[in-house]
């Protein structure tokens, strides 16, 4: 094994990330302990890429951006058993403890399983991060079957992931969309309605029986939450991903906060079964665009946008 000579998209001082990011040429270290190092093929870019450029979970700089990855195994590290050289796998960077992530052309993975038969590297680039959320998120909430969900923002990627995933559960689903994926959410068995002005009344009208938990995955946005506990009717029963402040000084719940007071992440070994699920055509996240490393700024405006319309994925 050796160190390789990548290009890298990454940050050495905090601030708005289309200010502080650049493109630049460094070197990715030989895999440590328990890590292995992979030709990235793909990187899929979520909201959290953008919020550790401010200044969020702040560690030693600078640092990459790309925590979603797939790509081929390059080397591997000390004590990593039943991966060879060559297997393609899909994971997360260990964006944590690298001075670069998956946005490059060689990434250092902490956490990895094997791309299924089926599902292409692009595909299973997107998996990762919204599927931790959704997942982590939804066990908080304790969501059984026959119970009324409603996922606040479900036209965004966690939300759309959550939707499937409570359907899958056994639970009924009101969705709050917008008109681009609405059809595919009610493909899924959801009931959806619009955001906006009215989405109080409207949601009442669709539930038949009192809401017993709701999901908000909404972007932040003043005035979100307290919405959401009328329909709730009880702030305890409303969790949050992205209205933090708000959620907190109203009395419903914060998605991290919970997860940090249980002793921090729990285990992703559900991410197998999603991917096997996605590569049968039974799991799904669309993808708004691709593009090349080299273009990372056009992709960083889109998904900065607020309304990408669906995942927006790198590849070197």
Sequence with gaps: MSTVESRAIRFHTTGEPLDVLLAERTEVADPGEGRIRVRVTATGLNPADWELCRGFMPGALPRGIGYD????????????????????????????????????????????????????????????????????????????????????????????????????????????????????????????????????????????????HVLDVSRPNAGAIADLIKIAGDPK??????????????????????????GGFPSSGFLPDYAARAAAGTFTLPIAATFPLDDWRAAAELSLSGAPHGKVVLIP
């Design 237 to 262: 029963r409303v969790v949050t991903i992205s209205n933090h402040d708000e959620a907190r000084t109203q009395g419903a719940r914060v998605n991290i906060d919970e997860l940090m007071a249980g």
């Design 69 to 212: 990855v797939a790509g081929t195994v390059d080397a591997i590290g000390a004590g990593v058993d039943g991966v060879t050289v060559g297997d393609l796998m899909f994971g997360v960077s260990d964006f944590a403890a690298q001075p670069s992530a998956g946005a490059a052309d060689f990434a250092i993975l902490n956490l990895w399983f094997p791309v299924p038969s089926g599902l292409d590297a692009v595909h299973a680039a997107t998996l990762p991060m919204v599927l931790q959320t959704a997942v982590w998120t939804l066990d908080l909430m304790d969501v059984r079957p026959g119970q009324l969900v409603l996922i606040h923002g479900a036209g965004g990627m966690v939300g759309f992931a959550a939707v499937q995933i409570a359907l899958s559960r056994g639970a009924r689903v009101i969705a709050t969309a917008g008109p681009t994926f609405a059809p595919d959410l009610e493909r899924f068995g959801a009931a959806v309605t619009p955001y906006g002005a009215g989405m109080v009344e409207r949601v009442r009208a669709l539930a038949d029986v009192p809401v017993d």
